[in-house]
């Protein structure tokens, strides 16, 4: 009993700790491209056009008018409940990595981040976990008692047994349990094939973010001799000549060849392509991206 108080002691003082970095994101996230999702009809003021013939009368804006020497009207916008929703990765290769964190732990952080800055802007949120299989999901819902269920599933380890990706279902899956337009962020290494045409079949509905996590050793491996390499998802063993000028060139190459061919497949699908560096800090990289104005 007393390990399960410490784990959500534990759990409670990360997450107070991540609220207040999730205040930038929370700002971030109402800006540029992001601000247009919030869009109804009623509350805020946002500008003035010339009055038309049928306009209420009560939304005159008489200093402009006197100004102007023409009728003006006022402009409202409100902004309109926003669903957020988290397709996250936990695979094994997500697990991997030779930086100071893993994969894994990147896109954990980047999770709870704007989990905590979509409940700042009173956003339902909802998730689904998976790795060689569906872990967890659940529906989008407002409050805090589904921010801390997304937030100690996100805690919880991995299952390092069961290789593989299911990303392809897990897309399916959200198809299926979102009923309204949603902002979906989906966070993976995409080291896995077949998920393509559930990705695109999600973003013809909903707004959708790919979050690619990468590693150092993506692009560059060090000068250390014939290393071995292990490939934890399909167990095969390679004794790697890192020494080579060649083949570190040619390692560098291939993967900016898959990531332009990857962020290419999300441009013709109406996905927005984000890349993660797991050195990076996930709330510069957020903030820089809301900022862009996609």
Partial sequence: MSSVIESRESLAVRASRLRLRA?????????????????????????VREYMRGDDVRFIDWNVTARMGKTYVKLFEEEKELVVFFVIDRSLSMQQGVGSRSRLEAATETAALLTLASSLNSNP???VMFGGYVEFSCAPEAGRD????????????????????????????????????????????????????????????????????????????????SIPFFDAETGIKRVLPTSQTAFRKAWRDDNRLRVSRWQGM????????????????????????????H
């Fill in 266 to 293: 999300c441009a013709r699908r109406g996905v927005i392509p984000l890349v993660l560096p797991t050195d990076a800090d996930p709330v510069v990289v957020l903030s820089q991206f809301f900022k862009q104005g």
């Fill in 23 to 47: 205040k930038t994101i929370a700002g971030g996230m109402k800006t540029g491209f992001f601000r247009s999702l919030y869009r109804g009809s009623g509350v805020d003021f946002s500008g």
């Fill in 146 to 225: 589904c921010e801390m269920l997304i937030l100690s599933h996100l805690d919880t380890p991995p299952d390092k047994k069961v290789k593989g990706s299911v990303l392809a279902n897990a897309l399916h899956g959200s198809h299926k349990l979102l009923k309204s337009r949603s902002l979906i962020f989906v966070i993976s290494d995409f080291r896995t094939v077949g998920y393509e045409k559930e990705l695109a079949r999600l973003a013809l509905k909903h707004d959708v973010i790919a979050v690619r996590c990468t590693d150092s050793c993506d692009t560059e491996l060090p000068d250390a001799g």
């Fill in 125 to 127: 949120v909802g998730a």
